[in-house]
C-alpha cells in the first residue's frame, strides 16, 4: 500500500502571504496519478490539481503543484479568507487502488 | 448543471444494512467509472469501491469487501452502494465521485452521513 503524509498538519496564514503543502509518498507515484482536493466544512471535495501540476478546470492561477517521485507540492499563493479549507493528495495505483493522505488543514487569518 | 446527489445516509445499529443512493444529473452517466469515498470523523478520505461505466468490474477497498456491494443503473443515472455487517468504523460521510482517467475523481456529490452505533 502506497501512504502518502501531508504536512504540516495545521497551516495558520495571513491573506496576501503563500502556503506550501507538502504530499509525501510511501513508495514512487507517477506524476500522472498524483491529485489535490479542497474541502471546506459542510461542502463537497472539489478537485484542485491532477496529474501533479495541472489545474482543474475553474481554479485559479494561484493554485499550483508540482514534484515527482515521492514528493510533491501544493502551492497557494496571494491567499485569500476564503481559501481556508483541508487540502487532501491523492494518488491512484498499487493496493488500494486508490489512498490519499491525511489532510493539510488551512487557516487564513 | 452537472451534479451529483446522495441519499439514504442514517443511523444503524452495528451488523445491520443500509443501502445508499447517488443521483447523477448534467452529464452522460454510462460515459463514466463511478466510485464511493468517505471520511471518518476526524480522518482523512478513503476510497471505499469503483465501478466501470458500463458496469463490467467492480473493485473495493478490503475495508470492506466482502460487505459491500456496488451497482449503478445507467438507464436511471443512478449509483448505489449496498452496505452489510456494518461495524462502528463504518462510520462516515459517504460521497460519490465521477471517475477521470481512472486516475482521480473530479465531481463529487455533497456526501450522506452513515452513523453506526447501538
Redesign the interface.
Known sequence: EIVLTQSPGTLSLSPGERATLSCRASQSVSS??L?W?QQKPG?????LI?GASSR?TGIPDRFSGSGSGTDFTLTISRLEPEDSAVY?C?Q?GG?????????TKLEIK | QVHLVESGGGVVQPGGSLRLSCAASGFTFSNYGMHWVRRAPGKGLEWVAVKFYDGSRQYYADSVKGRFTISRDNSKNTLDLQMNSLRAEDTAVYYCARDQRSTYFDLWGQGTLVTVSS
Do not use: C
Not at chain 1, 493496493?95 to 489532510?103: A, E, H, K
Open positions: 500522472s496519478y491529485a482536493y461542502q463537497a471535495p472539489r478537485l491532477y482543474a487532501s491523492q491512484y493496493s488500494p487502488l486508490y489512498t490519499f493522505g491525511q489532510g
